[in-house]
């Protein structure tokens, strides 16, 4: 975008006509603010000038027949009686092509101290998905430079997954494996809550100058408001559906869904919502399912985004709310496991408790024959593993456990290894893991031999 749609964008922005009104009252987090309910909406922002001619933004979350209750999106101090806030739409966004390779904040403005052009139309953070008649197919399987998401766990252009983690088990570096060599045109990452001290690091150290210079990351820290981080990941997502609108493959990185719940949770309970779910509001189920609507394929002849949604699973508790929400409307789940952080194995992915809805579709008879036999040799020494480590197996006694227990140290390798030569060589690495050790085959052969 030119220099003269800049400016044509900035002047769309002017209004020639300002409705105001004034505080009448300061009710715990809320502000009632009077004379605007003729013409106030839900979503509507206040722009309020405060007596010492600070501004501070709110956002209209109720309407009654004499006030306009709304949130502030920063801190009350300084908020009094009689201070006039001035009406304006709702916030969007305007993402631009300038956009990748920048950090930006959910409003918009640039985080990395450089000037950001705003693209020439604004986005609606609420816009609804493509209309499901409309919506293509997923699309094919992807290169993501990991031996397991390129053979046990695939995933396909447009594909859903969520990737269900505690904290400290490595979740941000598999989000940077994925931002850094998974397949596609542009990758837009939301952090949503992320403390401070961790986006520098996140963004030199995990992403690189190599994830970065195809990305475009948005960021709410911890310490802002509930407004501001329940709205990182609409904007992610809207800049997101700008680049899937020109026919791009995006890569959408959410980290993570928890912390947008949280937020929202706060954001509700202020507006007067019961908590109801464990804590949660009822409308955080539609909150999260319609974020998760909005990625996938677009309309047929348009791009697609790939979305991975992160969600903080405390105890592996798989059946928590938020964990139990997202996974009814994703096209697959990824579970990582303390247990296999803990004995040094990353990504500590849980195979048997992760699935991929893009199977068996995505792969080939053969392949798939491979991936069920590596399932079923994994389920095998879990259920023997407390006997094996016990010392109360005796071999001989089952052959799958035999066999499970020669290749095992193999396939557990495989699921941390990079992918070698791209798909069909971790599907060659796979079939390599999958054969029995060279003296376990030298004694099937003998027993097989005439006269045994």
Partial sequence: MDLLDEIRAQVMELRPLRISGRIARIDGQMLAVEGLTDTARIGDWL?????????????????????ALALPDGPREGLAIGDRAELRPARGIAPDDSWIGRVIDPYGQPLDNRPLLK??????????PPEPARRGRLGARLETGMAVFNTLLPLVEGQRIGLFAGSGVGKTMLLGQFARHMQADVVVIALVGERGRELREFIED????????????????????????????????????????????????????????????????????DASLRGFPPSTAQRIMALAERAGPGRDGVGAITAVFTVLVAGSDMEEPVADI??????????????????????AIDVLRSVSRSLPACATPEENTRISEARRLLGAYDRAEMMVQAGLYEKGSDPLVDRAIATWPALDAFVGEAAPKGIKGAFARLAQCLEPPPAQQAAAKQARAPGR
């Fill in 47 to 67: 722009d309020i000038c405060t007596r010492d001619h600070a501004r501070i933004g709110a956002e209209i979350l109720r309407l009654t027949p004499q006030e």
């Fill in 119 to 128: 693209g020439a139309q604004e986005r609606r953070l609420d816009t609804p």
């Fill in 206 to 273: 995990v992403l690189g100058a190599e994830g970065l210079a195809r990305a475009v990351v948005v960021t709410a820290t911890s310490d802002q408001p509930p407004l501001t981080r329940r709205r990182c990941a609409q904007a992610a997502i809207c800049v997101a559906e700008h680049f899937r609108d020109q026919g791009k493959h995006v890569l959408l990185l959410t980290d993570s869904i928890t912390r947008l719940a949280e937020a929202h949770r706060e954001v509700a309970l202020a507006a007067g919502e």
């Fill in 326 to 347: 997202l996974r009814g409307v994703l096209d697959g789940h990824v579970v990582m496991d303390r247990t296999i952080a803990e004995r040094g194995r990353f990504p």
